[in-house]
């Protein structure tokens, strides 16, 4: 039984179309033009429960609208959405109690309390039994390296300290599914591998459901076997992380260090990507055969000390995914937001 089910969900957004140019502001509030926006379009899939599965794509691809839908913040303009057996935006209590939310850009503490206020607080609307909260209060202290935190005022925290007080808190109630959109924005390398860590563990350790929106494409690897690729609204892959590479990442990189330098070295079957002198790099076919017939080829005529492989990086396939798409390549991270919108005058 899926714990997500996702069918033909689609949001329109609308807004008022500013008129530029003179008395702009002033044309604006009497021509009543809107746009609509359609911010998530016609996308299927669904989720098994112990999933762990990134939401990706680049900025305005439509991760938060859906991540709102699906926890009930946000109506559905088309299609339907089931979350552990309802719909969501109708079961808004319910539902809570059973999903966790993190939003990277909000936050869930209050500001000038003790973190563990927000704790306590947290265990009684969700009306938490005290040794269930303690347990897992103590357990995500400890994952996550809290103690003292939680005694410090929350404006007091740096912004990784708060995230991992914030993970706690969303995990208190012991939910299902958790839902983080961009955990990760804006944080060190270091709190990034604390809270990569700290998701797999409660993934393996609790068997929460996790779905992960970033585009941060390092969290994705480190927690996620699983993504769901979107761009401009629509579903353009869902598989696993393993596959897509197998599929677009068709060359490997070879990394050969020689006993001397041999000089430029030309071969039928692989790219010179960098030249440091004894150390060269190629790219090759991923196929066995083509590794090793590339390798034969230049042990035969130069002594090699050592060869170190690469597969194919995410980012690296991710932007060829999109390059197939053709014109629907992201230009850039500010997306030309309202390419697909219509004017509809009221
Ligand atoms: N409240 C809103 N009103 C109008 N347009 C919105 C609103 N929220 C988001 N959008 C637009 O919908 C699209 C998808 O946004 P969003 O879901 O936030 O993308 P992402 O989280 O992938 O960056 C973007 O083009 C964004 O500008
Ligand atoms: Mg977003």
């Not at 009543?32 to 939401?55: H, L, N």
């Not at 410090?152 to 959109?181: N, Y």
């Not at 991923?286 to 390798?295: D, N």
Request: hydrophobic share 40%; with cysteine; proline share 5%.
């Amino acid at each position: 039984m899926s714990i997500i089910t996702v069918s033909h969900l689609g949001k329109d957004y609308r807004q008022i179309r500013r008129i530029d140019g003179r008395f702009g502001a002033v044309r604006t509030l009497f021509t009543r033009q809107s746009m609509t926006r359609t911010a998530v379009d016609d996308i299927s899939f669904s989720i098994e429960p112990g999933e762990a599965v990134g939401y990706i794509g680049p900025n305005g691809a439509g991760k938060s609208t859906t991540i709102k839908m699906l926890t009930g913040i946000l109506v559905p303009t088309r299609g339907a959405v089931e979350v552990l057996g309802v719909e969501p935006h109708r079961h808004r209590r319910r539902n809570a109690s059973r999903i966790g939310v993190v939003f990277g850009q909000r936050s869930q503490l209050w500001w000038d309390l003790p973190v563990i206020e927000s704790f306590e607080l947290h265990r009684h609307v969700y009306d938490i039994p005290p040794e269930r909260y303690r347990a897992m209060r103590d357990r995500c202290t400890e994952l996550l390296g809290l103690g003292d935190l939680l005694q410090s005022p929350v404006r007091q925290l740096s912004l990784g300290q708060r995230m991992r007080c914030e993970l706690a808190m969303a995990l208190l109630h012991q939910p299902e599914i958790l839902f983080l959109d961009e955990p990760t924005i804006g944080l060190d390398i270091e709190a990034k591998d604390r809270i990569r860590d700290f998701l797999r563990t409660v993934n393996r350790e609790q068997g929460t459901t996790i779905i992960l929106t970033t585009h941060d494409l390092a969290d994705i690897e480190e927690i996620c076997p699983r993504i769901i690729v979107i761009n401009r609204g629509g579903l353009i892959y869902d598989g696993a992380i393993q596959s897509l590479k197998a599929q677009l990442g068709s060359q490997r990189q070879v990394t050969i260090d020689f006993e001397d330098d041999p000089g430029p070295i030309t071969i039928s079957q692989a790219t010179l990507l960098s030249d440091q002198g004894r150390r060269k790099t190629f790219a090759v076919e991923r196929s066995v055969e083509s590794t090793l017939a590339v390798l034969s080829s230049i042990a035969s005529s130069h002594p090699v000390q050592d060869v170190s492989f690469a597969e194919p990086a995410i980012e690296d396939v991710i932007r060829t995914l999109y390059a197939g798409l053709g014109k629907a390549v992201p230009e850039s991270d500010e997306l030309d937001r309202w390419s697909r919108g219509r004017v509809v005058t009221q």
